[in-house]
């Protein structure tokens, strides 16, 4: 079982609709979760962390954590063009802490 | 403020070679990590350096090795150069160990032929 698993996807929505992207980890010791998003070409960069269980909210985008499930996911509102990018979910595990375990990403396309 | 820089962006190397991969971190930050990212994955750990100490080493061969340096800049050296390193190398660097994520490099794009 992997550390980190993502929906690859492609996962494709109209302009203005909710994007919602899933994860799931397997260490139940894991402390804190990450999502970044990266642009094709481009590395990776951090749009929200969340720690404790339920929702984080930051503008658009929404972090839920659910650590009975060990599933945490990514809500974005109002999905945008610019918003068209492949999505990471990433896990910082209590026992290796400072090292990242990434999922293999889903790919997120908005069209308009 | 200045962000993760790293150097060189692109590298064409050929089998066997050896290769420096360099970056220097956010100001302030202690903390850099090197990952690398081939086509359709998602990043791998290779190493972490905190306060100038390895503090973690990723399942990668005795061929990577890496260093910190008193200013907090990092250097990640592959010996022996196979055609599956070739990848996009990156160096993130955090305040602490991550607690609250880590800030990326633009990457060294590295080529093996």
């Known amino acids: 079982q992997k550390e980190v698993e993502q929906n690859s996807g492609p996962l494709s929505v109209p302009e203005g609709a909710i994007a919602s992207l899933n994860c799931t980890y397997s260490?139940?010791?894991?402390?804190?979760f990450f999502w970044y998003r990266q642009y094709s070409g481009k590395s990776p960069e951090l749009i929200m962390f969340?720690?404790?269980?339920g929702d984080k909210e930051d503008g658009r985008f929404t972090a839920q954590l659910n650590k009975a499930s060990q599933y945490v996911s990514l809500l974005i509102r109002d999905s945008q063009p610019s918003d068209s990018a492949t999505y990471l979910c990433?896990?910082?595990?209590?026992?290796?802490?400072?090292?990242?375990?990434f999922g293999r990403g889903t790919q997120l396309t908005v069209w308009p | 403020d200045a962000g993760v820089t790293q150097s060189p962006t692109h590298l064409i190397k050929t089998r066997g070679q050896q290769v420096t991969l360099r970056c220097s971190p956010i100001?302030?930050?202690?903390?850099v990590s090197w990952y690398q990212q081939v086509l359709g994955q998602g990043p791998q750990f290779i190493f972490q350096?905190?306060?100038?100490?390895?503090?973690g080493r990723g399942n990668f061969p005795d061929r990577f090795s890496a260093r910190q340096f008193p200013n907090y800049s990092s250097e990640l050296n592959v010996n022996a150069l196979l055609l599956g390193d070739s990848a996009l190398y990156l160096c993130?660097?955090?305040?602490?160990?991550?607690?609250?994520?880590?800030?990326f490099g633009s990457g060294t794009r590295l080529t093996v032929v």
């Open positions: 993130a660097s955090s305040l602490a160990q991550g607690v609250n994520g880590y800030t």
């Open positions: 260490d139940r010791g894991s402390q804190s």
């Open positions: 969340i720690y404790s269980n």
């Open positions: 990433a896990v910082n595990r209590g026992s290796t802490l400072g090292r990242l375990y």
């Open positions: 100001s302030g930050h202690k903390s």
């Open positions: 350096y905190y306060e100038k100490e390895e503090r």
